[in-house]
């Protein structure tokens, strides 16, 4: 990432809303988990890089478990902690066995989640 990349991105963040900042930890998590899973795939193994790739996403997941509101968020909010530590459970036995296989599973829970969220960010922006 040049300079100029990393300041854009730096200003992205400070001056995103809090629904944009979940669509880009969301972004980020799927971008992770992709190029781990095609690293591992292709035989590209580097143990430190693919190591640190998942654990970057681990804490991103976590990041979205401990943002939910429990009391506002009810039944959703129960489902979507199910699937984050289903998502970070997997992320940690790929991680052990250097395998790619459950970042598929993790990967599509991501881009479903993403997908749903893109309506609420929509919907939150519309009524800014």
């Known amino acids: 990432m ?15 809303g809090p629904a944009r900042l979940v669509g880009m930890l969301y972004e980020k998590a799927i971008e992770l988990c992709d190029t781990a899973a095609e690293d591992l795939r292709a035989g590209v193994f580097d143990p430190s890089a693919i190591h640190e790739m998942l654990t970057r996403t681990q804490r991103i997941v976590l990041e979205l478990e401990l943002a939910l509101d429990h009391d506002r968020g009810g039944d ?25 296989r459950p970042l598929a599973d993790v990967g599509q829970v991501l881009r479903d989640l993403r997908e749903a969220w893109d309506v609420v960010e929509c919907e939150v922006e519309g009524a800014a």
């Open 2 to 16: 040049t300079g100029a990349q990393a300041i854009y991105q730096s200003h992205s963040v400070v001056t995103a």
């Open 76 to 100: 959703i909010s129960v489902s979507l902690a199910s699937l984050y530590e289903f998502c970070r459970a997997r992320l940690v036995e790929a991680n052990v066995a250097k395998d790619f």
